[in-house]
C-alpha cells in the first residue's frame, strides 16, 4: 500500500457497489472491451491522423509491455506532463493496464511545480514532449531530473535528445499483465489548491469510471459523439465531464485540438462534423468574437459546456443562439462532485445556474460557518461527499482534518445558493483562490514564492475583478527598501519556474497591509483597495 494513500473504508465500498455505482470495471477493462467491440471506429483524430479503437488498444498493450520492460511496476507514480496528442492517451492507458500511476500535471507547469510533483510522489518518471507551445520541455526535464533523485526516467514524445524516445517503447505485447483491481488507486489528479503547496488528489477505477458512466449519460453520449478537445486533456473537466475519457467510455471519436484557439478549432469541427465541446467562460467569449467573422460550417454542434469558472448570464445568454446549439454550465472540481445543467433544461436554468448534482447518491449541504445547516436559498458553504467525491488528498494528514468535515464531507470552499429545483448557483468563494478564467491560483503558494525574495517583507495576493477573465490576481507587497518594481518581480517569480498564469497581473506597494480583528491580513480590504483604484483609473481614462 502507498504511504500517505487512505483507502476507502470497507463500508462506503460495500455501498457504492450494492447501489450498482461502482461497477468493478477498470480503465485497462473497459479499453479492452471497446477495442473488440467498437473495432475499427475512431477513437481519436487530430484531423489528419486517426487512431482506431483496436489500434489504440493494441498500442497501449505494446507500450504497457516497453513500460514493464524499463521496470516500471504496478503502483510506481510517473508524472506526465502532454499537450493534447495521441500519446496522451496511449501512456495514459498502458499505464492504467499496468497498475502505474499517473500523476496529472498541466503543459504550463514549470520546474518548481513539477520538481514538486516528482519529489512528493516519489515518481520515477517523467514523461514530456519535446517543444511544445515554444517551450523546451527536455531543458526544464534536465534540472528536474537533478533536483529529484528518485526520477530514473525522463521519456520524451517526438526528438528525445539524450533521454528515452517513447517511440522505442513500443514492442511486443506480453500476456499476462499485472491484476488490477478497481478498487486500486488509478492516477492523481491536481487540486486548484488555496494552501501553500498544491495537493494531490487520488482517484480509484471504480468511483472515476463511475463518475465518467454518469456523465456519459446526462450529457447523452454515445458512439455518434464527436468531442473536440480545446483545453488541456489532463485537465479533469476535459478528462471527465463527460471529456475524453468519457468519450473512450461511449465509444465515440476525440477530435484533438493542440491549442483552443477559433483559427484551429472551427475548421475541425467543420472537417471532422464536432457536436460536443468544452470551453471555459474566457474562451467561450474568444469563440463568440470570432464566430461574427469567420466562415466555417459549424452546423454540426449540438452542445457546448462552460465550466472550470463562472459564465456570466451576458455569456451564457449568447451561445445558443451564436452557434444554434445547446449551452451546458458544468460546475466541478477535480475532488470529485460535478454539476451539470441538463440538456431539456429550460433557458432560465441553463443561462442563471451551473447546474445540479449529476448522482443521486451526492449528498451536499450548504452551511453557514459552524458548518449548520442552512434553509434552500441562503448563500453558504457548499460541502459534498458521495460516490465519486474523494475522502481526502494524498498524503496531507494534517490539510485532511481541515478540508473534509468530521462526518466525511469535502468542503468545496464555494459559496454557492440552491435554487427550489436543487440547482447550484455559485455566488462566490471563500477559499483563498483565484480563479483566472478557469486557471485556479492558490494565493498562498505564490505569496511563498515571493516571500523567498530577500528585499520582501510581506506578501498577499487577492483577485481583482476582470471583464474577461473573471478574476486576476492582485499582489500586495511590503518591501524591505523602496526599489522593487512589478517588473523585477515578475522576473523574479519566472526565473523560479512557475506556470505563467500564477504570476500576478499587479503589483501594488504599501507601508502596511489591512488587519482582521483576529490579526490576520485582511483580504476582503486589499480586495476592496484594489477594486477603487481600478474604478479611480477608469474615470481618469473617460
Ligand atoms: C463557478 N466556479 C466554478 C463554475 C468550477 C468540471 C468542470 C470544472 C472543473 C474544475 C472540473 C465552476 N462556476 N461553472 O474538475 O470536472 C470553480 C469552483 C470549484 C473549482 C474546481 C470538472 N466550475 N468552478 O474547474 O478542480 O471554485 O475543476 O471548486 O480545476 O473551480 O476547480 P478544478
Not at 511496476?73 to 508524472?79: H, L, N, P, S, W
Not at 499483465?177 to 489548491?193: I, R, T, Y
Not at 468530521?406 to 480563479?435: P, S
Request: charged fraction near 25%; aromatic fraction near 10%.
Amino acid at each position: 500500500m502507498l504511504r500517505g494513500y487512505k483507502p476507502w473504508p470497507e463500508d462506503l465500498k460495500r455501498y457504492y457497489k450494492q447501489t450498482g455505482c461502482w461497477n468493478g470495471e477498470t480503465f485497462g477493462g473497459f479499453l479492452e472491451k471497446q477495442g473488440r467491440e467498437m473495432n475499427d471506429h475512431i477513437a481519436i483524430t487530430d484531423g489528419s491522423e486517426v487512431l482506431s479503437y483496436r489500434e489504440l488498444n493494441n498500442r497501449v498493450d505494446q507500450l504497457a509491455a516497453g513500460f514493464m520492460q524499463m521496470g516500471i511496476v504496478k503502483g510506481d507514480r510517473i508524472v506526465l506532463q502532454l499537450p493534447n496528442i495521441f500519446e496522451f492517451f496511449e501512456v495514459c492507458f498502458a499505464l492504467f493496464k499496468i497498475g502505474a500511476l499517473p500523476v496529472f500535471s498541466l503543459p504550463l507547469h514549470r520546474k518548481t511545480e513539477i520538481s514538486y510533483f516528482c519529489a512528493f510522489t516519489e515518481a520515477k518518471a517523467y514523461i514530456i514532449p519535446d517543444i511544445y507551445d515554444r517551450f523546451d520541455y527536455r531543458e526544464m526535464a534536465r534540472e528536474v531530473k537533478e533536483a529529484v533523485p528518485s526520477l530514473e526516467h525522463i521519456i520524451v514524445v517526438g526528438d528525445n535528445k539524450d533521454f528515452t524516445a517513447l517511440s522505442n517503447l513500443y514492442v511486443s505485447a506480453i500476456q499476462p499483465l499485472p491484476e488490477v483491481q478497481a478498487d486500486d488507486l488509478a492516477f492523481f489528479q491536481l487540486s486548484g489548491g488555496s494552501t501553500g503547496l498544491p495537493k494531490l488528489i487520488p482517484r480509484t477505477h471504480n468511483e472515476y469510471i463511475y463518475s465518467l458512466r454518469r456523465s456519459v449519460e446526462v450529457c447523452e453520449l454515445d458512439h455518434k459523439t464527436n468531442y473536440l478537445a480545446v483545453l488541456p486533456v489532463a485537465h479533469n473537466f476535459t478528462m471527465s465531464s463527460p471529456g475524453v475519457f468519457g468519450v473512450l467510455y461511449a465509444g465515440g471519436k476525440i477530435v484533438l485540438s493542440k491549442y483552443p484557439s477559433p483559427d484551429l478549432a472551427f475548421p475541425l469541427i467543420e472537417r471532422e462534423s464536432v457536436d460536443f465541446t468544452s470551453l471555459v467562460p474566457p474562451l467561450a467569449i474568444v469563440w463568440l468574437e470570432a464566430r461574427k467573422r469567420r466562415s466555417e460550417d459549424l452546423s454540426s454542434l449540438k452542445v457546448i459546456q462552460v465550466g472550470g469558472a463562472k459564465c456570466s448570464a451576458e455569456i451564457a445568454k449568447q451561445i445558443g443562439p451564436a452557434f444554434n446549439c445547446k449551452l451546458q454550465q458544468v460546475f466541478g472540481m477535480a475532488e470529485g462532485l460535478v454539476n451539470y445543467t441538463r440538456l431539456d433544461d429550460c433557458d432560465e436554468l441553463v443561462i442563471h445556474t451551473q447546474g445540479k448534482p449529476m448522482s443521486k447518491y451526492d449528498d451536499i449541504r450548504i452551511v453557514d460557518e459552524e458548518d449548520r445547516e442552512l434553509p434552500i436559498g441562503s448563500t453558504g458553504q457548499l460541502q459534498a461527499k458521495g460516490p465519486y467525491t474523494i475522502i481526502g488528498y494524498f498524503n496531507a494528514e494534517e490539510h485532511n482534518g481541515k478540508a473534509f468535515t468530521t462526518d466525511g464531507y469535502y468542503r468545496t470552499g464555494d459559496l454557492v445558493k440552491l435554487t427550489k429545483e436543487g440547482y447550484v448557483i455559485v455566488e462566490g468563494r471563500d477559499k483563498d483562490q483565484i480563479n483566472r478564467g478557469g486557471e485556479k491560483i492558490a494565493a498562498e503558494e505564490v505569496e511563498n514564492y515571493l516571500l523567498a525574495h530577500n528585499n520582501i517583507l510581506d506578501a498577499a495576493i487577492v483577485s481583482m475583478p476582470d471583464k474577461f477573465l473573471g478574476e486576476r490576481s492582485c499582489a500586495f507587497i511590503i518591501q524591505k527598501h523602496d526599489e522593487l518594481s512589478a517588473k523585477d518581480l515578475k522576473r523574479f517569480l519566472q526565473d523560479r519556474g512557475i506556470a505563467s498564469f500564477k504570476i500576478p497581473d499587479r503589483f501594488e506597494f504599501v507601508d502596511r497591509f489591512p488587519y482582521t480583528a483576529l490579526g490576520k491580513v485582511s483580504k476582503k480590504n486589499l480586495r476592496e483597495i484594489i477594486i477603487e483604484k481600478l474604478n479611480d483609473e477608469k474615470k481618469v481614462h473617460y
